[in-house]
């Protein structure tokens, strides 16, 4: 009776021990969400830069937009919405020139200014990258279907005379991946500080 007895005990041993060994290996083996999201991620990327041919080279997607960003030293890369699939890098130049007479001609030559809770940097830099969107559609070199890669941003200033807990600002994506920055009030390219890119907390394309 002991011998019978002790058969299915050490059998039940068995299989509960083979069930945590082989069924532990199955989760550890099994994709995460995350995992599973980039690969699809990947995959669209992939897709699309096939269907661009050889000007796939000269774009950024979804993958190389948040690249860049995290390369800049940007920390959160959560509060951020991209809201196209391929965007072309703009240049320093067109910044500086066609864009920012644009910009000058649609919003400030009719006497927009800041007024406090009126008009304030959230809505310049809106307006701001919608005209970019817009006159990128006339600019040299431009590859169709393309967003121009130049959005708006929060930081929070460290200048003190500024008074300001969060500023409003654009920013542009260029062909080697770095970072610009852009105040469209001034129509100017500005420099922020390595504190002041970190304390990004929302940015947009």
């Not at 083996?29 to 992939?46: L, N």
Request: net charge negative; aromatic share 12%; proline share 3%.
């Amino acid at each position: 009776m002991k011998e019978f007895a002790y058969i299915p005990l050490g059998a039940a041993a068995f299989a509960i021990l083979f069930t945590l060994i082989f069924g532990c290996s199955k989760q550890e083996t099994a994709k995460s969400e995350h995992e599973v999201a980039m690969e699809a991620s990947d995959k669209a990327d992939a897709d699309l830069r096939a269907s661009f041919g050889r000007d796939a080279d000269k774009l950024l997607f979804r993958q190389g937009v948040q690249h860049a960003i995290a390369k800049a030293g940007v920390r959160d890369l959560l509060h951020a919405h991209i809201s196209h699939d391929v965007y072309q890098p703009v240049e320093k130049s067109w910044v500086d020139g066609a864009y920012s007479v644009e910009l000058n001609r649609i919003i400030f030559d009719s006497g927009a200014a800041w007024r406090g809770g009126a008009l304030n940097c959230e809505d310049f830099s809106l307006g701001a990258t919608f005209v970019a969107k817009a006159a990128h559609l006339s600019a040299p070199g431009r590859i169709r279907d393309a967003s121009p890669a130049f959005g708006f941003l929060y930081y929070k200033p460290e200048d003190p005379a500024a008074n300001k807990m969060a500023h409003a600002i654009n920013f542009g994506i260029l062909s080697d991946g770095s970072l610009i920055f852009y105040e469209p009030q001034s129509r100017q390219r500005v420099r922020l500080s390595d504190a002041e890119v970190a304390s990004i907390y929302f940015w947009e394309l």
